[in-house]
């Protein structure tokens, strides 16, 4: 019998994590297991996933494009796509193991591909702006295929079920990275499934995302007259965009960025220096669209580092932490000194304030 | 007769342990030391007993929620939640605490050394002689005493990270019962709309060297020193900021 409203209580409300390496050291993903597994009950077992940075060092110069299949139709639909657009140097099954509360996985694979370089020709693009857009297309028109991740020399790895059993079903602890980054979900708006587990990914770009976005519809329009497509059913896949739109195609700096996503309170920015006054003023004008409204902590994850953020009135948790060339950061401090117990420098991070960890020599994200 | 107990907790999963501490409790055990916490939520939790507990690590959200009577001592940092709907006893954190540390307390004490993060003691309430009190001896985030209903809230300011504020933006917003001392002066714009700054009367003065006495002898501080700084006493303008926002009137 199932049990009724009061009879029941889950004690939840989504866990991340994140563990840099500044000098790019390379170790597995059985750290940030640990980390992910302490806050199991953030999650509910609907959600957990993985970035992974620096895993595919034999093929860094490929695009590692992870794909969700529904069935082996859609697999052999979207891999002549696929092999229309990319030389495909190698492609196969991400291995799994199994696990025995992870079901109904869909197929699994990945492929190590260079986009054709005719064609990046003939649409006289970026080799980066070419790939984004095929993902685009293959998440919108293939129905039952989807995009898991599309970057050089990284991956994510995700699922329906808790995070530390979807980091032991992809053998995670088989991969060594400078930066990995977790989720453990407990959706709220939208269904569990596969796709939709976080991280969302685009080209290096990833998401791990505790919160709910009220703004995802305005930030939705806005960034769907740049070209993209949010298919995911949820809102965290607007924030990747959103960073890959600022990033990426406009250049902006990052802590311009982060005033644009987490902008700060009309009344503070009256008493800011007259100098970067106008230039708040500034980027709250210009990407007002790009205010991101309610509760949220976030990673975005890339291959240069990451950079970690709250709402500016802080609605939910984050905790950073610093150990030797390690930055860590997590939505408890436990989940931190669970794998770190004795950290140089612990901070609880405070609303609107960002938490930059670079790879060593990069300056900007 | 003191009975002791030593129970170590790493690695055990928190409905584990609280059962651990309830079934000592039962025993007749009144001095209980948790070795290795590290994330474990609900400890103290709506226990109703007068034992001390001594917690070594970083207990997990929600320690003390709705806790009544017990005498806590965490030696490290405690995460968020601490001390929710707490009614009676008293909590020592000698660390930093998270986000939302006292919220809707309603009775009991609680120190903490270091800084404390957003929205502390928010809707903490009163009722005759239950009158929380929290003291905080380093920073706190913003919304300070948010819709503060009743209780004592101290902050020092002391100690925590340099480049913050002894107390962030929108203190006591909403504010509408109690009574709260900040060690020096704020900014009037940090000030939330219900509250005010009012003079210290001798009262205010007995009453924060009582509990900044307390607050002292916990931590091995100078009571004195920290007293010879003046403070600004913050009450609110109304008791009822908005009984006339449904009204019609």
Redesign the interface.
Known sequence: MSLREGEVRIPSGCAISGIMNRKGYLFSGHDIIQSIALMHDRSNGLGGGFAAYGIYPDYADHYAIHMFYEDSFCREETELFINDHFNVEVGGRIPTRKVSSITEAPIIWRYFVQPKAEKVMEMDLEEDEYVARLVMQINAKFPGSFVVSSGKNMGAFKGVGYPEDIGEFYKLDSYKGYLWTAHGRFPTNTPGWWGGAHPFTLLDWSIVHNGEISSYDANRRYIEMFGYKCTLQTDTEVITYLFDLLLRKQGLPLKAVVTAMAAPLWSNIERLAPEERELVKAIRTVYSPLLVNGPFSIILGSRKGFVALNDRIKLRALVAAEKDDFIYVASEESAIREICSNPDRLWSVAGGEPVIGLLEGVEEL | MNQNITIDAKGIY?RQLNEAIKASLQDKINTIELQNV??Q?YIGAGITNDATISIQ??P??DLAAYMDGLTLQVYG?A??GVANTMNKGTIIIHG?A??ALGYAMRGGEVYVKG?V??RVAIHMKEFQEKVPLVVVGGKA???FGEYMAGGILILLGLRG?EE?PIV??YCGTGMHGGIMYIRGSVEE?KLGKEVKPVEMTEEDHQRLALYVGRFAEHFGEDKEEILAQPFTKLIPYNKRPYGNLYVGA
């Open positions: 928190y590290n994330g939520r690590g970083t997990g959200n940092n995460q968020d930093d998270g986000d800084s993060g957003y985030g913003s919304f990270r913050q962030g933006d714009h």
